[in-house]
């Protein structure tokens, strides 16, 4: 046996080790520090006893700060850390009761939070919670009345031209801010000191603009705005409630769950009444353990992580019938959504079939889990007829929610519109759009391209292979909107052109492949810095990670006839390192919230390198 077939036996022996019993793989979706201090602000506020639970979040965050005093997103982020993460961490910390305000580590903290402007130069959602909690003032105006939840499909702005993301937050959100609603925990901690002498005053974002032609949209609904507004607060409360998930949870989502938690308490909902009690036992089912402390997921990984661990076992040569990989099919199988979800309104012709992406996730389909999810079962559908419906089922629907401009994003179906950059909140068109991007068209593309009966000349594929070339950068690249960054991206739109019929030939993917080159390391692997999400342009780590690395060499695998001198350098370092632990192993390789939220999948490590030498040795050998 070579060096070459004994790491990736180790990769599938590793994946299997961490199988769990259902079939799937919980591999925590780490999200950094900011969920944790939530979930104690949450936990204490409602005076729930967990406190073994607090007092292990307290240790995760304590372990996570920086020498002076900050909690960072990334480890190479600007300023020396974030402003945001820093106060909510240092807000959970004295919630918890564990740690004192003069501890030398609060100490700095503060010092740091003083330094960069203070609270008041907090992000948005930062200082949503702080007004929740009663330690911001809601601003005189909210920048999301809640009568805009009436405002009618036919109105150029409507609550389901944001994303289904945007939507989740923004109504328990719209709730709150109407009722200026706060609730103080037991011995709640004084954050006074935090706000800075130089800019007084509780700011907030503001487009008067936008709300005053809001309010005049709304004026052509009712001539008697307190019963509107009553009306509006009803249809907000009944759209979270329609969309709990089994495990009691808002969409599986840990930010609308506690925004909910919070809306409901507003309406007059009892902290001890199921709703709300099952909605903080959902919260609490997505803890995990990293390291030996608690981690409060944003939400799970299940879905996603098993799609696509038995696609890359069976690319590598596990067959279908290998235990492992029938499991993860069964439970994959299990989680095909039969109902619709609100991807309905803009796609009323599709039928239900895709995937979510979190364990409890019955409405909430994405294009990205769906394909995940076929390609790991394409093998089986050959042979058996209730897996072969299930997947032309996801086909039908991956197809149906093609957007008009020719890609595909992520939940919705033509949901992107210039207006969201008058949202006065930061990256409004990303966070709360779900515009086409090129790793989801990429991918779809090329899962079509390669496992589907679609020709290339189908209008589908013509369509997003368009969409791809139009959206190419001039240095050959293309953003990734789920992962970092342009790494990604080039990665998806690469395999996607390639699998459409696109030949190495073209201009698209000469340009493509020299940029991979161009970036490439001297010790042979990649790497690209979080920052690239933040500036909008490629940022080199330097210093190269297994994930890159893997993103970079598919790219140059699907686009190069023969082995590449840059490819043999990067398979090289590849399974050299394979087996490394260090910052670059946990650094983060998505991104959710334009700018505010990154993901460490501790999956990653293993499934992408697994992917790009299967992929190289079936291709080369």
């Not at 299940?302 to 596990?318: D, F």
């Not at 297994?546 to 398979?571: Q, R, Y």
Request: proline letters at 5%; hydrophobic letters at 40%.
């Amino acid at each position: 046996m070579t060096k070459w077939d004994q790491k990736i036996d180790w990769l599938i022996n590793r994946l299997k080790q961490d199988q769990s019993s259902d079939g799937s793989w919980a591999y925590p979706f780490d999200t950094g520090t900011t969920t944790d201090a939530y979930m104690i602000i949450l936990l204490r506020t409602l005076a729930v006893q967990e406190d073994q639970l607090i007092r292990g979040l307290a240790q995760r965050i304590l372990s996570k700060q920086s020498d002076n005093g900050a909690w960072k997103l990334f480890a190479d982020e600007e300023n020396g850390g974030n402003l945001s993460a820093t106060v909510e961490a240092y807000y959970a910390l004295l919630a918890s009761g564990f740690v004192k305000k003069d501890d030398p580590r609060l100490v700095s903290a503060k010092k740091f939070i003083l330094e960069h402007g203070g609270i008041q130069n907090t992000s948005m959602f930062t200082k949503i919670m702080l007004a929740i909690t009663g330690k911001y003032k809601w601003p005189a105006f909210s920048p999301f009345p809640v009568e805009m939840i009436l405002l009618p499909a036919a109105c150029p702005i409507n609550l389901y031209q944001f994303s289904i993301f945007g939507r989740a937050n923004l109504i328990p959100i719209m709730i709150l801010a109407s009722r200026k609603f706060s609730m103080k925990m037991k011995n709640s901690p004084d954050l006074s000191d935090l706000f800075s002498a130089q800019h007084p005053g509780h700011s907030w974002p503001e487009n008067r603009d936008l709300l005053d032609w809001i309010g005049e949209e709304l004026k052509k609904i009712s001539e008697f705005p307190e019963r509107l507004h009553a009306s509006a607060l009803d249809r907000a409360k009944k759209y979270m409630l329609a969309r709990i998930e089994p495990d009691g949870t808002f969409y599986s989502y840990f930010s609308a769950t506690f925004l909910m938690i919070f809306a409901l308490l507003s309406l007059g909902h009892f902290k001890n009444g199921p709703i709300i009690q099952n909605a903080v036992k959902g919260l609490l089912s997505m803890a995990t353990v990293i390291d030996g402390l608690p981690h409060m997921q944003y939400t799970t990984a299940n879905v996603w992580n098993t799609a696509l661990i038995s696609y890359a076992m069976q690319n590598a040569g596990v067959p279908k019938e290998d235990e492992t990989v029938a499991a993860a099919n069964r439970y994959l199988l299990s989680r095909q959504h039969n109902r619709s979800g609100d991807w309905k309104i803009h796609n009323p012709h599709g039928a239900p079939g895709g995937w979510g992406f979190s364990d409890i996730n019955t409405i909430n389909p994405d294009v990205d889990d769906t394909t995940a999810a076929l390609r790991a079962l394409i093998r089986e559908a050959a042979g058996d007829t209730r897996t072969r419906e299930a997947w032309k089922r996801g086909v039908n629907w991956t197809v149906s929610m093609q957007n008009r401009d020719g890609g595909w994003a992520a939940f919705e179906k033509n949901v992107h519109g210039k207006w969201l950059k008058l949202i006065p909140v930061e990256k409004a068109e990303y966070l709360l759009g779900d515009p086409s991007s090129a790793d989801l068209t990429g991918r779809t593309l090329e899962f079509l391209g390669n496992y589907t009966n679609l020709e290339n000349h189908h209008p589908a594929m013509e369509k997003g292979a368009d969409w791809l070339i139009r959206h190419q950068r001039k240095d050959g690249s293309w953003y990734g909107r789920w992962g970092i960054c342009y790494l990604y991206g080039t990665c998806a739109a690469s395999t996607g052109l390639a699998a459409s019929g696109i030949p190495a030939s073209r201009p698209a993917l000469k340009r493509a492949a020299g940029w991979i080159q161009s970036v490439q390391n001297h010790d042979g692997g990649w790497g690209e810095s979080c920052r690239s999400d933040i500036h909008q342009t490629y940022i080199p780590l330097g210093h190269s990670t297994l994930t890159h690395t893997a993103w970079a060499l598919d790219t140059l695998i699907a686009v190069s006839e023969k082995p590449t001198v840059e490819m043999e350098h990067g398979i090289t370092w590849l399974l050299s390192n394979l087996e490394k632990q260090d910052w670059t192993t946990a650094y983060p390789a998505g991104q959710g919230m334009a700018g505010t939220f990154y993901i460490h999948y501790h999956s990653y490590r293993y499934i992408f390198p697994l992917l790009a030498l299967g992929n190289y040795r079936r291709k080369y050998s």
